[in-house]
C-alpha cells in the first residue's frame, strides 16, 4: 500500500509483556489519510503518492492550496506529505487509507516530529556539562561552559561547538519502534517507546529504514 502515514500523538502508556516486564509504549492516531495526489514517472519525474491528514477549514488556505485538493475532490487537510507505493494495491484520488492498510502488529517503524521547545538553554542543560567547582576561587564561572577555541589555531569556533543556545524545536526521528498494538475502532496504533512531540502533535510514521533484529516476545496491555 505505502511506506507510511502521517498522524497526531495521543499520549503515553504502558505495556506489559509476557514475562512481565512493563514497557513505555505511546498511542498514535494514524488517519485516515486522504490520497491528494498520486505522482508518476511520466508527470512528475518520481513515483510517489501523496496523502492528507485531517481537515482545515477553507478560509484558512490559499487559493493554490485550495485548487489542490479541489483537483482530488476533497476538504483541505491539516498536514500532507508522500510516501513510495508499496506492494500492488491501487490507489485513487479521494481514497482513504487507515493504520490497518499499511501496519500491522510487529513493524518496526520510525517516527518523525518536532521536538518540544525549551527554549534558550545553557551548556549544563542542553548539553550536560558539569559546570564548574562550587569553591576554592571560582567566582561569577560556575555554570559556564569554558575554553570554545585557542587564539592562534584555529583562530575562530570550530563548527559543531558545543554552546548554550536553541534547545529543542527541531525536527526530530525517533528509529525503530516497534507496533505494538493497532486499534482499528479508533484509527490508532500502539507503538513501543516515546516519540517526538507534545501530546497533539502531528507525526509522519514510516516503515523502519534499517530494522533491527529483536526477539519476538508478545506484549499485552497492562491492567
Not at 112 to 118: F, Q, R
Not at 129 to 142: K, L, N, Q, R, V
Amino acid at each position: 500500500m505505502l511506506t507510511g502515514l502521517i498522524g497526531k500523538k495521543i499520549g503515553m502508556t504502558q505495556m506489559t509483556d509476557a514475562s512481565g516486564r512493563v514497557r513505555a509504549a505511546t498511542v498514535l492516531t494514524l488517519g485516515p489519510c486522504v490520497v491528494s495526489q498520486v505522482k508518476t514517472a511520466a508527470t512528475d519525474g518520481y513515483e510517489a503518492v501523496q496523502v492528507t491528514f485531517g481537515k482545515r477549514k477553507l478560509t484558512r488556505v490559499t487559493g493554490a492550496v485550495r485548487g489542490h485538493f479541489a483537483k482530488a475532490n476533497i476538504a483541505a487537510g491539516i498536514k500532507s506529505g508522500e510516501f513510495e507505493r508499496r506492494g500492488e494495491g491501487e490507489l485513487t484520488l479521494g481514497q482513504a487509507v487507515a493504520a490497518g492498510d499499511v501496519f500491522k502488529v510487529g513493524d518496526q517503524v520510525d517516527v518523525t516530529g518536532i521536538s518540544k521547545g525549551h527554549g534558550y538553554a545553557g551548556v549544563i542543560k542542553r548539553h550536560h556539562f558539569s559546570g564548574f567547582p562550587g569553591s576554592h576561587g571560582t567566582h561569577e564561572y560556575f555554570r559556564h561552559g569554558g575554553s570554545i577555541g585557542n587564539r592562534s589555531y584555529p583562530g575562530r569556533v570550530r563548527r559543531g561547538m558545543r554552546m548554550a543556545g536553541q534547545m529543542g524545536n527541531a525536527t526530530a526521528t525517533i528509529l525503530n519502534l516497534e507496533v505494538l498494538e493497532i486499534l482499528a475502532d479508533d484509527n490508532a496504533v500502539v507503538v513501543s517507546g516515546a516519540v517526538p512531540g507534545p501530546d497533539g502533535a502531528l507525526l509522519a510514521v514510516h516503515h523502519a529504514a534499517r530494522p533491527r533484529k529483536r526477539s519476538n516476545v508478545k506484549v499485552t496491555a497492562s491492567a
